[in-house]
């Protein structure tokens, strides 16, 4: 069994000698287990928060442990009745090609659903977050004007369409032209601005004529700084990830900003609300109900990232915090 495990928590961005390759013997099955083998691996940036111990709402890798992952993975034996060779489950695996499982924490899923990667993307956890974190946060109403960032990702261009859908003006916020023609021209987006312009912030103000009334946050920092004087009276900020921070092991230099953010949280009465997807798992039937027939209908689209090789992992991981990926980020292990 091949695995990578945390090698050593990193200060800032992570390095490839972060994570360390290993092989390991798979233990023979006891009564009531199944051997997984890994199909595909998702890589998402919560994994970020896992490699550092600082306190967090889930506990970290230890040194020497498995990364930590959800898989598509294909049941290759079976001491539980529950299973049979050759079903597909999703697990907690991690980034590794073997997992024995008592069967705990492990979902069935049918082919009939969707390609299987799907179900680490855009029927998975991300199209869970874009779609209970804008519908019971952001509550998008028709005519009002919801933006995004980190937009060409699982979570934000499933946001920007389900605006759509509800009648809203979706405006997403990427990184490069080709990224941004992808938003405007592939998935329907009424506007998309590349924060990496010189004049980003200008474009912004530019994409949103009449100011923004969800802002799903994805990113913070400089995005941030640019949404924030464009929010109207009453928007809805559904904090969802802060991405452009999480290699930053300390606040960056410069005068507390934090008295300007509460000065327009009270005059504009901003809601801003932080959720971590499973605080909406009521949601999760619908949720498959509604982004399921919407894919089958073709009125949303999801675009994967696929890298092959358990071993390219790290490095992918590492550029996605970048904006190196395109589209969802899984790793096609076997
Ligand atoms: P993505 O696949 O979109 O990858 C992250 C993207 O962030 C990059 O591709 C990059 O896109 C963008 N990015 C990185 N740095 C910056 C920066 N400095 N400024 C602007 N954009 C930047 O990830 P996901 O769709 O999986 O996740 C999106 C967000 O949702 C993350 O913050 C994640 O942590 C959060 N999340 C939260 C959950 C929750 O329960 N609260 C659950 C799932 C995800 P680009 O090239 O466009 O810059």
């Not at 970290?60 to 959800?70: S, T």
């Not at 290759?76 to 997992?99: I, K, M, R, T």
């Not at 005068?255 to 801003?272: A, I, Q």
């Not at 696929?306 to 190196?324: S, T, W, Y």
Request: glycine share 12%.
């Amino acid at each position: 069994n091949r695995r990578i495990v945390l090698a050593a928590r990193p200060h800032g961005e992570p390095k490839p000698e972060h994570f360390r390759l290993e092989e390991n013997r798979v233990n023979a099955l006891r009564d009531g287990e199944v051997l997984l083998r890994t199909r595909f691996l998702s890589l998402d940036p919560y994994m970020r928060g896992r490699m550092s111990a600082a306190k967090s709402y889930a506990k970290p890798v230890e040194i020497g442990e498995v990364m930590v992952g959800q898989t598509v993975s294909a049941v290759e034996a079976s001491h539980n009745p529950a299973f049979a060779v050759g079903d597909l489950v999703l697990s907690p695996a991690g980034w590794q090609d073997y997992l024995v499982s008592d069967g705990r924490g492990l979902h069935k899923l049918d082919p009939a659903d969707g390609p299987p990667s799907a179900f680490l993307g855009a029927l998975g956890m991300p199209g869970m977050t874009a779609y209970a974190g804008l519908l019971e946060i952001g509550r998008p109403q028709s005519g009002e004007t919801v933006v995004v960032a980190a937009a060409a990702g699982p979570v934000g261009s499933m946001v920007g369409q389900i605006a759509r859908i509800k009648g809203a003006r979706a405006v997403g916020i990427a990184g490069g032209p080709e990224k941004c023609a992808y938003l405007t021209e592939t998935l329907g987006f009424d506007a998309a601005v590349d924060h990496r312009a010189p004049d980003f912030s200008e474009a912004l103000a530019r994409a949103c004529p009449d100011g923004i009334d969800v802002y799903f946050e994805n990113v913070g920092g400089a995005v941030f700084d640019a949404v924030l004087p464009l929010l109207n009276d009453f928007a809805r900020v559904p904090v969802c990830g802060l991405v452009s921070g999480y290699n930053m092991s300390e606040l960056p230099p410069g005068p507390d900003r934090s008295g300007l953010l509460m000065r327009n949280v009270l005059t504009k009465r901003l809601t801003l609300r932080g959720f971590i997807v499973w605080d909406f798992a009521d949601l999760h039937e619908a949720f498959l109900r509604d982004v399921g027939g919407w894919l089958k209908a073709g009125r949303v689209k999801a675009r994967e990232d696929v890298v092959e090789g358990l071993e390219n992992a790290p490095g992918a991981f590492i550029g996605m915090l970048k904006g190196a990926n395109f589209g969802k980020l899984v790793v096609k292990v076997s």
